[in-house]
Every structure is written in C-alpha cells, then in structure tokens.
C-alpha cells in the first residue's frame, strides 16, 4: 500500500473539518444591548467557567475581539453593515484585514453572518448576496477562504409551508433573494444560518401547539409524518428548513442554528421554569446526539440566545428576558455545556 502524504495546510483544514462536522457541542449568543453588562474579559471568564467555548457576536466590537484574542474560541461574528459590503470590494477586504486576520488563529472564527433576518421584501435585501461574494472574496485574498465560511442568518418567517415538515417550503416571494444565496452556499460548502424559536410558535398558536411539545417534554410522538415521528417542535422546525432547502435544489444544504431561546418573564408562558426546562432539554438533546427524524446522521450545531438579559432591547418585554445569565453574572438556570 503506497503512502499518501498530506501537506501541513491541508492537513490543518482537514483536521478543522474533521473535528467539527460533527461536534455535539453548545454555543451561546452574546449580545449588548444592556447598560448593566459586565466587562469583556469577565464575560470570556464566565465562558471559560461554565464550559462555552462557542460564540455569536453581533458585530466586530474590538474589546471583545481583544478579551477573545488567543482563546481558541469558536466564532460566528456577525457582518451587519450588508449594503457598504455589497457596494466595494475593498469595504470587505478591509473589513476582514481589521475584524478577522489580526485575531486569527487564536481566535478561530467559523462564520461571518452577513446581515441578520433580513427580510426578503426589505430594500437591503438585494446587497446580501452581492455582500457575501465580496466577504468570500477578501477571506480567498487573505488565506481563510476554505477554513472560514460566508453565509447569512433567516428566521422560518422565509417558510411559505411549515407543516408538516416534508411538506415545507421558503415563500415564493423569498425565492429571488434566497435562490442565488443558497447556490452560494453550496458552492462554497457552507450553511445556512437560522434562527429558530419554538417559544413564537406556541406563543403564536397556543390552541394547536401543547407546552410540552415546545419545551421537549413530550413523552410520546406528537406529529407523525411521512413514517418520521417528532416529539419535540424545535426538531420539526429544523426538519422544515431542511425540507424546504431540498426542494430549493440543495439536498445537502446544512443549516446551524444561529439562535434558539425562551424568555423567563415578560409576557405569555415565559418563566423561569419553562425558560430553564426548554435550555436543559435542548442541550441535553444536542449532546445525546438525537438529531431530527429527517436528519438522523446530521449532529445539530446550536447557539443559545442570549448570554445575558439585554434591559436596552426593543420590541416587547419578554425580548429584555432571554439571558442565561444576569447581567451579574449569576446563572439563571442550572445548565451543563
């Protein structure tokens, strides 16, 4: 049998794929908008304490960059000003040469998000994808092209069809702006970012959702589809983007859950108990590794929102209320990562 020697750079990206394509691993989204947050170095403190070693950032804030600097964290760093990326090549490139290259490899960024929910009927939504080609590209002049992907966070909000999940597709109207992306992410090996939430869900359709179906208590199969049997709605909705990006012409399309949650006051059914049994049975069902009914080999890659209740969010009160965490840094939930 003849030897096969592998250069050093390949090795090291084949050995970055192989030890996370399939990590049963649990990471957290830390937002800011607080003005009761704790400094950066305490918040990568609080990570290195509790066994996080996965992050969201929002955007490129240089103290956390700095507070992240040689921690071998795993990175999604979100890339929010889509249009001045989408408009010049060079806004990208610079973007990276200050955000990414001086950080690398100590911190080792997985994803830049470019934009975040963006509605496909919005103005902005036709710079994505040209924002993302320019991102690709700076990552390709720098080196980091194969070792870190482009892609863009949605919402299931994009699904024209939710239910059942084989039956599910993205909107006719979200075509246009979700057909060029998702060729881009096959053509680069990349995912599809979405953020998913089954406390909307049952929020928005109590009647027909039941409590333990949302929080994965469910003891017994609650929809039953195609001979696939789901006990859990978190597990539906993935299996429904899944279905959706199968008929969308990407049957191996990936998805990472960029966000997933549940408020512990505020508003209906947000608690500190049910906030705390949704997070525990989700990170249990991660790291057992159950994977959806329609994807039993795919391990699912989740980010918990958020690091810490935000007092400074809009919208309604249960959006200040989604932190693991206070902003004193004391857990609100008893959580194993």
């Known amino acids: ?40 170095q305490e918040v990568v403190n609080l990570c290195n304490a509790n066994g996080i070693r996965k992050m969201r950032l ?33 806004v990208a490139s610079q973007w990276v040469k200050t955000n990414v290259v001086p950080y690398w490899p100590g911190i080792q960024f997985k994803y830049i998000a470019v934009g975040n929910e963006i509605d496909p009927a919005s103005d902005i939504a036709q710079f994505v994808h040209p924002a993302m080609i320019n991102m690709h590209n700076a990552l390709i002049s720098e080196g980091l092209g194969e070792v870190i992907k ?18 599910s597709s993205f909107r006719d109207d979200a075509r246009a702006f979700l057909d060029p992306i998702i060729r881009f992410l096959d053509d680069t090996q990349s995912q599809l970012l979405v953020n998913i939430y089954p406390y909307f869900s049952y929020k928005g359709n109590p ?4 409590l333990s179906y949302a929080l994965f208590t469910s003891q017994e199969v609650v929809v039953s589809d195609e001979g696939l049997g789901y006990t859990n709605l978190f597990d539906a909705i993935l299996d429904s983007v899944y279905a959706a990006l199968e008929k969308a012409g990407s049957p191996l399309g990936g998805v990472i859950v960029s966000e997933t949650g549940w408020p512990s006051d505020g508003g209906f059914a947000a ?22 009914p329609r994807r039993p080999q795919t391990a699912i890659d989740v980010y918990l929102f958020g690091m810490f209740d935000e007092n400074l969010k809009n919208g309604e009160e249960t959006e200040k209320h989604f932190g693991i965490f206070t902003p004193d840094m004391q857990p609100k939930y008893q959580l194993s990562f």
């Open 1 to 40: 049998m003849s030897t096969i020697i592998i250069p050093q750079f390949w090795l090291e990206i084949v050995l970055f794929f192989c030890g996370n394509s399939g990590v049963k691993s649990i990471g957290v989204c830390n937002g800011a908008l607080g003005d009761n947050l704790p400094i950066d």
């Open 58 to 90: 929002y955007a490129p804030k240089q103290e956390t960059l700095e507070a992240l600097r040689d921690s071998n964290f795993f990175l999604i760093l979100d890339a929010p000003n889509v249009q001045e990326l989408a408009s010049d090549p060079s």
């Open 150 to 167: 482009v892609s863009t966070a949605t919402w299931p909000a994009i699904l024209g069809v939710s239910y059942p999940p084989s039956q």
């Open 207 to 210: 009647q027909d959702i039941s």
């Open 271 to 292: 608690s500190l108990e049910n906030a705390g049994t949704y997070y525990t049975n989700l990170i249990n069902h991660v790291k057992s590794g159950n994977n959806t």
